[in-house]
């Protein structure tokens, strides 16, 4: 299969939660034929995983999905649409959750756009029982011994709770 559209969904994923997972599922299966999961190195934020640990995270819960042969997973540590253009993707995807995303994800857009004007932004709104899911937050619940099963995949449940 040729892949016409090829996308990319970058984050931190400090932790993958379920909210990841649910634009992960749409976009593979619903916008692209192909995805690539940059998950970013981010200096800006202090993880809580390694970058080889969010990695290594994000690898196995793709890999559970019926859709794995079409989605790769990769660390980047370059501006986005330079990791973009050199994997071939015409889509970078991103997830809104409130209207406070808005905001950034727009200005985030329009700089990506004027960067490379070849590379489109598509915007997913988070599925209702997601709007509220952040990692901060579930990292937050699970260090002060809050149930965070609803948010995240038992797999990654027991990385967090390893990490107390």
Same mark, same amino acid.
């Given at each position: 299969?040729?892949?016409?559209?090829?996308g990319?969904?970058?984050?931190?994923?400090?932790p993958i939660?379920?909210?990841?997972?649910?634009?992960?599922?749409?976009?593979? #299966?619903?916008?692209?034929?192909?995805l690539i999961?940059?998950?970013?190195r981010?200096?800006?934020?202090?993880?809580?995983?390694t970058?080889?640990?969010?990695?290594?995270m994000?690898?196995?819960?793709?890999?559970?999905?019926?859709?794995?042969?079409?989605?790769?997973?990769?660390p980047f540590? #370059?501006?986005?649409t330079d990791?973009?253009?050199?994997?071939?993707?015409?889509?970078?995807?991103?997830?809104?959750?409130?209207?406070?995303?808005?905001?950034?994800?727009?200005?985030?857009?329009?700089?990506?756009?004027y960067?490379?004007?070849d590379?489109?932004t598509?915007f997913?709104?988070?599925?209702?029982?997601?709007?509220?899911?952040?990692?901060?937050?579930?990292?937050?619940?699970?260090?002060?011994n809050?149930e965070?099963?609803?948010f995240?995949?038992?797999?990654?449940?027991?990385?967090?709770?390893?990490?107390?």
């Amino acid at each position: 299969m040729v892949e016409r559209h090829v996308g990319v969904y970058a984050g931190t994923f400090d932790p993958i939660t379920n909210g990841h997972m649910d634009i992960i599922t749409r976009a593979a #299966t619903h916008l692209v034929d192909k995805l690539i999961l940059a998950v970013a190195r981010n200096p800006g934020k202090v993880p809580l995983f390694t970058l080889e640990e969010r990695v290594a995270m994000v690898q196995v819960e793709v890999d559970a999905t019926e859709f794995a042969d079409r989605v790769d997973v990769e660390p980047f540590d #370059t501006l986005l649409t330079d990791f973009a253009q050199s994997h071939g993707a015409n889509v970078l995807i991103r997830g809104l959750r409130a209207v406070s995303d808005f905001e950034y994800e727009f200005q985030m857009a329009s700089m990506n756009r004027y960067l490379k004007p070849d590379i489109e932004t598509t915007f997913l709104m988070a599925s209702d029982r997601n709007q509220f899911i952040s990692s901060r937050l579930v990292k937050e619940i699970c260090l002060l011994n809050g149930e965070i099963d609803q948010f995240v995949s038992p797999r990654v449940a027991v990385k967090l709770i390893a990490k107390r």
